[in-house]
């Protein structure tokens, strides 16, 4: 017998299986469309490597501003955040909309600038990609470090306005959009939309410490 625990985890796996097949319907991608799409995942990668390598010099605040704009470029941060917060975002203004987008933006950028703050010799490898339904992409990466662990982050693309963008990202089999909308879902059940913007306003702020 399944319990309620089980029942949201097993959710939680079907859901993480469904941003990744893309639906059921196969859409075209091309050879060209697989090379721009792996390009904006390896400008990514060379950034973080950039970043990670004068991160001392940089300081969190100098990571931050060569981050954001390679971020904001590479997500697509409206997907995400509508697909988090879930069923609700229907419930939300105009203004609540964008203010919910720009949090989550900030705090994508401050996570990356807080967590990539030195270098030991790592290595970014991009091992393969594949076509999925519905028009989008799997790029699969590896950080590879110098005691020979390795990260796998696997990259799910989609098409916006002519342009591939990141909705979600997998790292070592654990999906980033899954656990963000389990999290925030259950803030705003109990908190509602105040609550959840404290609790990204807190998030960011932790992080802006480390000027």
Same mark, same amino acid.
């Given at each position: 017998?399944?319990?309620?625990?089980?029942?949201?985890?097993?959710?939680?796996?079907?859901?993480?299986?469904?941003?990744?097949?893309?639906?059921?319907?196969?859409?075209?991608?091309?050879?060209?469309?697989?090379?721009?799409?792996?390009?904006?995942?390896?400008?990514?990668?060379?950034?973080?490597?950039?970043?990670?390598?004068?991160?001392?010099?940089?300081?969190?605040?100098?990571?931050?501003?060569?981050?954001?704009?390679?971020?904001?470029?590479?997500?697509? @941060?409206? @997907?995400?955040?509508?697909?988090?917060?879930?069923?609700?975002?229907?419930?939300?203004?105009?203004?609540?909309?964008?203010?919910?987008?720009?949090?989550?933006?900030?705090?994508?950028?401050?996570?990356?600038?807080?967590?990539?703050?030195?270098?030991?010799?790592?290595?970014?490898?991009?091992?393969?990609?594949?076509?999925?339904?519905?028009?989008?992409?799997?790029?699969?990466?590896?950080?590879?470090?110098?005691?020979?662990?390795?990260?796998?982050?696997?990259?799910?693309?989609?098409?916006?306005?002519?342009?591939?963008?990141?909705?979600?990202?997998?790292?070592?089999?654990?999906?980033?959009?899954?656990?963000?909308?389990?999290?925030?879902?259950?803030?705003?059940?109990?908190?509602?939309?105040?609550?959840?913007?404290?609790?990204?306003?807190?998030?960011?702020?932790?992080?802006?410490?480390?000027?």
């Amino acid at each position: 017998m399944y319990n309620r625990k089980s029942i949201k985890y097993l959710g939680i796996i079907l859901l993480t299986l469904m941003i990744v097949s893309g639906g059921q319907v196969y859409g075209a991608v091309s050879s060209a469309d697989v090379k721009e799409g792996e390009a904006l995942i390896e400008r990514l990668d060379s950034t973080l490597l950039s970043v990670m390598k004068d991160a001392k010099t940089l300081g969190y605040g100098g990571r931050y501003k060569i981050l954001k704009p390679v971020i904001e470029q590479t997500y697509d @941060f409206t @997907f995400i955040t509508r697909f988090s917060v879930g069923r609700i975002w229907k419930t939300f203004n105009e203004d609540q909309h964008s203010k919910l987008i720009d949090r989550f933006t900030t705090l994508s950028v401050a996570t990356y600038a807080a967590r990539f703050d030195g270098y030991g010799g790592e290595e970014f490898r991009l091992v393969s990609s594949k076509p999925l339904k519905r028009g989008r992409l799997l790029v699969r990466t590896e950080i590879v470090k110098t005691d020979g662990e390795i990260i796998h982050l696997d990259y799910v693309l989609r098409k916006k306005d002519g342009q591939w963008r990141a909705i979600n990202v997998i790292a070592n089999g654990v999906s980033d959009l899954s656990l963000k909308r389990a999290q925030y879902t259950s803030i705003l059940r109990k908190k509602k939309f105040d609550g959840l913007i404290k609790k990204l306003d807190k998030k960011i702020a932790s992080y802006e410490k480390r000027r």
